[in-house]
């Protein structure tokens, strides 16, 4: 069983950058694909970067890969997401997810373990 704790949403301005950190608990942090996902009201929970066991990154869109950093530090089982020119589209509630299988993929349905979330508001 794995547990996440998401921290370092809040409030922003255009153009302002956020730092998210999710801490897992377990053993067996290392070997899992970790991912961020968003979800906005009235929408489906999305998917915005991934990071495999082994450091292969991958995200949602173009605009993210250049704005977005996603790492991680098996030292101390947590993955960040680094936001910088963030923008009122990325409002949203963000999720930290776990992938047994260390793949990495956009799916949801291959992340077994979710956090309960962190709300990040960007204001124009």
């Known amino acids: 069983q794995v547990q996440l704790v998401e921290s370092g949403g809040g409030l922003a301005q255009a153009g302002d950058s956020l730092t998210l950190s999710c801490a897992a608990s377990g053993r067996s942090f290392s070997r899992y694909a970790m991912g961020w996902f968003r979800q906005t009201p009235g929408k489906e929970r999305e998917f915005v970067a991934t990071i495999t066991q082994y450091g292969g990154r991958m995200y949602s869109t173009d605009s993210e890969s250049n704005r977005f950093t996603i790492s991680r530090d098996n030292a101390k089982n947590t993955v960040y997401l680094q936001m910088n020119s963030l923008k009122p589209e990325d409002t949203g509630v963000y999720y930290c997810?776990?992938?047994?299988?260390?793949?990495?993929?956009?799916?949801?349905?291959?992340?077994?373990?979710w956090g309960q979330g962190t709300q990040v508001t960007v204001s124009s």
């Open positions: 997810a776990a992938d047994p299988s260390g793949l990495g993929l956009r799916r949801l349905e291959t992340y077994n373990y």
